[in-house]
């Protein structure tokens, strides 16, 4: 029998964590009585969290690393029985915490002008002529396109359209570069 997950291996705390894990979404509750938990899943589609076989989850004393035994789509949800979760007191401990992977564990992207949201966190953002925004705080899909909210001296909201609006951006440097109005 599998025991509760264990410690990572690393401490991870602010800017370090963010680069090292990727949050895919939280425990939103609990199904059933063997374990089970509802999870709110920020991939896409939904169900792809269930792929990743070990996820780290955050319970408020750090990370601890979970194999995934099962999971599923139902309905709108998604839940996975954990190794080592196994009744319903058990999983309500969980409730809350969010779920993460290791940076590593995500697949390679080799398409020009593709990242993953959580690449493009904390970049500064200025335009073609060299007028700092600020920094991107959040992403969200808006069904035609992703938006980038840029905070700075106010708040923008900047279409993610590679080419179109979005120039340039170098993850090294961590900076964007964006054909947009400072005035909007």
């Known amino acids: 029998m599998s ?3 264990t410690d990572t ?8 964590e963010q680069k090292a894990l990727v949050i895919l979404g939280h425990v939103s509750g609990v199904h059933g009585l063997q374990g089970w938990i509802k999870v709110y899943s920020d991939t896409q589609p939904r169900e792809n969290i269930t792929t990743y076989g070990t996820l780290l989850l955050n ?3 750090g990370w601890k690393s979970w194999k995934i035994s099962s999971g599923r789509r139902q309905g709108k949800n998604v839940v996975l029985k954990l190794a080592g979760c196994s009744d ?3 999983a309500e401990l ?11 564990q995500l697949p390679e992207i080799d398409e020009p002008g593709k990242y993953y949201w959580s690449e493009l966190l904390g970049l500064a953002v200025e335009t073609t002529e060299g007028v700092e925004l600020g920094e991107v705080e959040r992403l969200f899909d808006t069904g035609a396109n992703d938006v980038l909210v840029v905070k700075g001296e106010r708040e923008r909201l900047i279409p993610y359209l590679w ?6 951006v170098d993850l090294d440097s961590n900076r964007m570069v964006v054909d947009w109005d400072p005035e909007f």
Do not use: P, W, Y
């Not at 291996?9 to 370090?16: R, S, V, Y």
């Not at 080419?163 to 340039?168: F, L, T």
């Open 3 to 5: 025991e509760k997950g």
């Open 9 to 16: 291996q690393e401490q991870l705390t602010g800017g370090d």
């Open 59 to 61: 319970e408020g004393q």
């Open 88 to 90: 319903r007191n058990q």
């Open 94 to 104: 969980l409730v809350g915490a969010k779920i993460a992977i290791k940076r590593e």
């Open 163 to 168: 080419q179109q609006v979005v120039v340039e």
